[in-house]
């Protein structure tokens, strides 16, 4: 590969890999797993950049992401893995009660996300954690731009329910 694109490479990809380890450290529950499903994935986007033409380069990253993600998922079927939620940005430090409250209430949401079937998981992850639009998930995942709103929808309102939250406030 030119020394050229290796440079456009790490410009317009690498930016986007720590939205690729929080997608797959959701997908796969395992944050020594997630750091190598990235890897794989960047080495996998390296080796085919080439045939990258232009666009959302984020979406077009956690597409592969996501691809790496259930490929690992289906080699290690019937394995056991945690949530760390330390991996996910819980906050570090209980000097002070509101510490202490804001890293129990992440603790339960990130538990009720991990709870949540696959298929709404990734949606809730990519839209509300990501800020992905209804379009760059759809690329994503490789559904209509109607699905992701009715997954949207069902996984929030799952989400909802799970945390004992109105699902007009979760919206």
């Not at 709870?115 to 839209?127: A, D, H, K, Q």
Request: charge should be negative.
């Amino acid at each position: 590969m030119p020394e050229h694109d290796v440079e456009r490479f790490e410009r317009i990809i690498l930016p986007h890999l720590d939205d690729a380890y929080t997608l797959a450290r959701y997908l796969v529950r395992d944050s020594h797993a997630a750091q190598d499903v990235v890897q794989d994935a960047a080495l996998r986007a390296l080796r085919y950049f080439d045939g990258y033409r232009g666009g959302d380069a984020r979406a077009w990253l956690l597409s592969i992401v996501r691809n790496v993600s259930l490929t690992w998922r289906q080699r290690t079927a019937g394995d056991a893995h945690t949530v760390d939620i330390a991996d996910i940005g819980v906050a570090g430090g209980h000097e002070t009660d509101a510490a202490a409250i804001e890293s129990s209430e992440r603790e339960r949401i990130v538990g009720a996300i991990e709870s949540l079937p696959e298929e709404f998981r990734e949606i809730i992850v990519l839209r509300e954690i990501e800020e992905l639009s209804y379009k760059e998930i759809s690329t994503v995942v490789g559904v209509p731009v109607g699905t992701v709103m009715s997954r949207l929808a069902r996984g929030r309102k799952r989400l909802a329910a799970l945390l004992g939250v109105g699902v007009e406030e979760a919206g």
